[in-house]
């Protein structure tokens, strides 16, 4: 006799064995992934726990636990990641959403609040699916005087983030394939404010990360030797392409908020700080041109 698998009893077999594979959150990647093959919420799993599966469902699950145990991240299974409360699709062409970048975000809106409250142009460097972006143009979207502009070298990411802006309705953002400003012309390009979540990985460090982040493109992770290259590179050509009193707001990695500072200042940024995370790991840099 076959055996029935429930909603209950398969995430009772599926949760032991993602921790088993590696998982840090094995109940809720397979609460996820099973909400996904029922296309419910994955909160509406626990009103049918008792509710058997179809064999093609429970094929699309098994084939999904699979997947997962190999390492591929749980947004690349689902297609998509929630970011400061909106909905982003992703794939393997871009990096997945992190919650500690909404500091970066929330930092970015204070600043525009604070110095630019009537609009601005805003570029995003390394743009990857334009989550941070489309969160400020979100956050803006009853303003008209500002401008929205996201920049990355690798068209199959612009691509993502154009797909975005469609489903949130944001397509008055610009999208722009370059190598960080080499595609702007300064006096064409005046920013009020540059944000930026770059690659701060050391090289070294790349081949010891976790199976999921290195499925993740690696241009979007590795920062070079001491993990500051592109630090070093933004804050060296930002000041051509931000207005007086513009602001220059990076994410930065565990430890590398004073070394970034220090870049700032050897390159004549004013008001230098830093905001904290939860964790208290000061996570967001930001200098005044």
């Known amino acids: ?20 594979n590696g998982s840090s959150s094995p109940r809720l990647d397979a609460e996820l992934l099973l909400a996904k093959v029922l296309d419910c919420q994955r909160l509406d799993l ?22 997962r145990r190999q390492g591929v991240p749980v947004a690349y299974l689902l297609g998509e990641k929630e970011f400061w409360s909106l909905s982003f699709q992703v794939s393997p062409a ?8 909404e500091h970066l975000v929330e930092a970015s809106i204070n600043f525009l609040e604070e110095k630019f409250p009537t609009g601005c142009g805003v570029l995003d460097l390394g743009t ?58 300064p006096e064409n390009s005046l920013f009020g404010l540059v944000v930026a979540n770059p690659p701060y990985i050391t ?22 030797l001491d993990g500051l290259d592109f630090y070093r590179r933004i804050a ?26 220090k870049i700032l200042a050897s390159n004549g940024y004013s008001a230098i700080s830093g905001l904290f995370d939860l964790a208290r790991c000061e996570r967001v840099v930001m200098g005044v041109n």
């Open 236 to 261: 060296n050509d930002a000041r051509n392409f931000l207005r007086p009193g513009g602001g220059l707001i990076f994410e930065v990695g565990d430890g590398q908020a004073a070394d970034v500072k």
């Open 128 to 185: 990857g699916c334009g989550n941070i972006i489309l969160a400020l143009a979100h956050q803006f979207s009853d303003r008209t005087g500002f401008s929205w502009l996201g920049i990355d070298s690798r068209p199959a990411a612009l691509e993502v983030a154009a797909l975005n802006a469609r489903q949130l309705k944001l397509e008055e953002v610009s999208w722009l394939a370059s190598d960080l400003f080499a595609s702007l012309a």
């Open 94 to 101: 871009v990096l997945v959403p992190r919650p500690e970048t």
């Open 46 to 67: 626990y009103l049918r726990f008792d509710k058997p599966l179809a064999s093609s469902e429970l094929a699309s699950f098994k084939k999904l636990i699979l997947e």
């Open 203 to 224: 090289s070294a460090e790349m081949a010891g990360l976790p199976p999921e982040v290195q499925r993740e493109p690696a241009a979007a992770l590795d920062g070079g």
């Open 1 to 20: 006799m076959t055996e029935t698998w429930t909603v209950l009893s398969l995430l009772n077999w599926a949760a032991p064995y993602l921790e088993k």
